[in-house]
């Protein structure tokens, strides 16, 4: 029986050993902890198969490893995350291989795991990115980073686009109901390093950010990215009009909706009813009252029918989508999404939109929005909704939020 050690340094490895070893050589003893964070990491890899978001696999690894401690499930989560943000790069390489280059690419700064497991790359975590490409086994192409650079909508830098894969997007809130000063105080005294944007609403904070413990009245802020927030610009509500958000989820458009004109008549659907009880919870924390909400698929042939003789002068209509555009957040898309699943999407859209557009009042207003950055279930979707409606688009277009550690979305006003 190996003693386990309180030494910090190598508790991990006794810990790992002690638990597993029916199953391992003596040679794990021997592993440095950062040599069993990269083992932890290929295991990870090999049995994700993509089925569940990638933070729902690791919970459920880390539940069935309980002797990893938080330090230990960082690393060995930030690692596999590093590898999937390599997309397709260096796919005849060994898996520690690409694990180990993900480290360089995309940490910043020097480290004790490469310092500990390719000590002659730490120096270069500092290094542009050409610089530590130039090092890499395999050349480091665009392309292979992001597969897809061929279906983007018109406007997005295919090259600039493939490389934030690389780098984890950063965390926004929307500062609600004139509380900037007081959140930037509370985000001061928690020494936070944050970025509060010209529009005095939107601030950026670094990831990991515990927003809910530093400012924990909820009403002064809404956790949104960036460029959703952005949306909200094509909005334009006025007092007492009726406006549907017909895939709200749980409501962040509709609060933004909300917060700009608070007398709107609000109704909100979603296919998910789970969802609309997340909606009603967030609502009252966010203090928004009077709304109508109701479970509706927008594809379901008695659909239009059970909707009456409503008319809006607002829909909302945020598509579900392929969510390409926040694959900087959910890196392992790159890898499991398949191209076929983009005309698929594509279909959803027009059916949904072919069954909402009748809804929209004569003089109203239709918001398709999507957080996708391919042209198929954006420009071509939009053309569709012209094709077989009056509408037509007056502004809007892709929300590049890349430049500014945001997501990339899709956002445009028809009437
Ligand atoms: C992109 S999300 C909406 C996000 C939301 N508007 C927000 O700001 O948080 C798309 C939503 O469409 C819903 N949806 C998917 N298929 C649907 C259908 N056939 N009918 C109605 N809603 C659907 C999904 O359940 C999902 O919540």
Request: charge should be neutral; glycine fraction near 6%; aromatic fraction near 10%.
């Amino acid at each position: 029986m190996i003693k386990i050690s309180e030494d910090e340094s190598n508790g991990f490895c006794l810990r790992f050993f002690h638990l597993t070893c029916t199953r391992q050589t003596s040679l794990s003893s021997r592993m440095t902890r950062w040599e069993n964070y990269l083992a932890s990491a290929e295991k990870v890899i090999g049995a994700y198969a993509g089925s569940l978001p990638l933070h729902h696999f690791l919970k459920a690894f880390f539940k069935e490893h309980p002797y990893m401690g938080g330090r230990d499930r960082r690393w060995i989560s930030q690692l596999v995350y590093h590898y999937f943000r390599l997309g397709q790069w260096g796919k005849s390489l060994p898996v520690s291989e690409r694990v180990i280059a993900g480290a360089l690419l995309c940490e910043t700064a020097p480290n004790d795991f490469l310092a500990a497991v390719k000590p002659a790359w730490n120096e270069h975590t500092t290094l542009p990115l050409a610089d530590k490409a130039a090092l890499l086994p395999a050349v480091l192409t665009p392309d292979a980073v992001f597969p897809f650079s061929g279906e983007l909508s018109a406007g997005i830098d295919a090259n600039t686009y493939a490389y934030t894969m690389l780098t984890q997007p950063r965390l926004f809130i929307r500062v609600r109901n004139n509380k900037l000063d007081k959140v930037r105080q509370l985000l001061d005294n928690a020494a936070v390093a944050y970025e509060v944007f010209a529009n005095n609403t939107t601030v950026a904070l670094p990831n990991g950010t515990k927003i809910e413990v530093i400012v924990p009245e909820k009403s002064w802020y809404e956790v949104q990215d960036a460029s959703s927030q952005q949306t909200g610009a094509l909005f334009s509500p006025a007092a007492q009009q009726r406006w549907w958000d017909c895939c709200a989820a749980s409501g962040g458009k509709s609060i933004l909706l909300k917060d700009q004109q608070p007398g709107v008549q609000l109704l909100v659907s979603d296919v998910r009813r789970s969802i609309l009880e997340n909606l009603q919870q967030r609502f009252a924390a966010a203090g928004v009252k009077n709304y109508e909400a109701r479970v509706a698929d927008l594809t379901a042939e008695h659909f239009p029918a059970s909707m009456g003789s409503r008319q809006f002068d607002g829909i909302i209509l945020d598509a579900p989508c392929s969510g390409s555009g926040t694959w900087g957040r959910t890196p392992e898309s790159i890898s499991f999404f398949k191209k076929e699943e983009i005309q698929k999407y594509q279909q959803l859209q027009k059916r949904i939109a072919h069954n909402v557009v009748p809804f929209v009042k004569k003089g109203g207003a239709l918001i398709y929005i999507t957080c996708s950055v391919f042209k198929q279930e954006n420009e071509d979707v939009v053309k569709y909704i012209e094709e077989i409606s009056d509408l037509r688009k007056q502004e809007g277009g892709v929300i590049a939020g890349y430049d500014k550690g945001a997501d990339t979305m899709y956002a445009v006003r028809l009437s």
